[in-house]
Every structure is written in structure tokens, then in C-alpha cells.
């Protein structure tokens, strides 16, 4: 199940993100959660969740 979660950004950020999730063709939720996953994955060496996986429970 998806949950809503509200962040607050400056439109210049918010601009940003757009091109470049529009550029990917992702929505802004998805190119800000792929983002997120990408930066733990990078930076900190966590494996993101199979997703897949816990949908087919």
C-alpha cells in the first residue's frame, strides 16, 4: 500500500525537479523516490526493497 508523504520545497527546487523527472519520463513522485533510493544505494551501500516481491504477498 502507498502512503502520502508532504515535503516542503522552494519552487526553484521544485522546477528542477520537474525538468528532470519530465526529461526521464517519470512522475515527480517517482523520480524523487528512484532519486532517494539511488542516494542510500550510492552513498550509504543499502539495497533498496524488492518491491516486486512485497506485491505479490
Known amino acids: ?26 512522475s515527480i513522485s517517482n523520480f524523487i523516490t528512484n532519486a532517494i533510493l539511488t542516494y542510500t544505494q550510492e552513498h550509504h551501500g543499502v539495497e533498496p526493497p524488492d518491491l516486486k516481491k512485497k506485491s505479490n504477498k
Not at 5 to 26: H, L, M, P
Open 1 to 26: 500500500m502507498k502512503i502520502l508523504v508532504n515535503i516542503r520545497i522552494d519552487k526553484e527546487i521544485k522546477k528542477f525537479i520537474e525538468e528532470y523527472a519530465t526529461k526521464e519520463r517519470r
